[in-house]
């Protein structure tokens, strides 16, 4: 069965950083993108962040987060990583990851495989 599960959700002060972790199981995780989504109370889930499935680890990142979060991922540990730095109150969010087979990255429906999220709070 494949599962992906976030942990390192916390409450932060504005400017502080998190890193958040996605471990994969049940599927092969090298052939799949992975995907980092967000929803805030009242507001539709959105694209965050995404890294290929290729070796060559391509990126992608949404303007309202580039410069701040970086997206990387340890195939031998299944795990995809989001750290977060210099985190704003408009940050606050249920973070999710999910996975799409596919060597690039994709848009929201395409996705296959979500985990439950992770709470992140930033205080101002």
């Known amino acids: 069965e494949a599962r992906l599960v976030e942990s390192g959700g916390d409450l932060v002060q504005a400017g502080g950083s998190l890193r958040l972790s996605c471990a994969a199981s049940?599927?092969?995780?090298?052939?799949?993108?992975i995907g980092w989504f967000r929803q805030a109370p009242g507001k539709e889930r959105e694209g965050v962040s995404c890294?290929?499935?290729?070796?060559?680890?391509?990126?992608y990142y949404e303007d309202f987060v580039k410069g701040r979060f970086t997206i990387s991922r340890d195939n031998a540990k299944n795990t995809v990583y989001l750290q977060m730095n210099s985190l704003k109150p408009e940050d606050t969010a249920v973070y999710y990851c999910?996975?799409?087979?596919?060597?690039?990255?994709?848009?929201?429906?395409?996705?296959?495989?979500w985990g439950q999220g992770t709470q992140v709070t930033v205080s101002s």
């Open positions: 999910a996975a799409v087979k596919s060597l690039l990255c994709s848009t929201l429906p395409w996705y296959e495989y």
């Open positions: 049940g599927f092969t995780f090298d052939q799949y993108a």
């Open positions: 890294i290929s499935s290729s070796n060559n680890d391509i990126t």
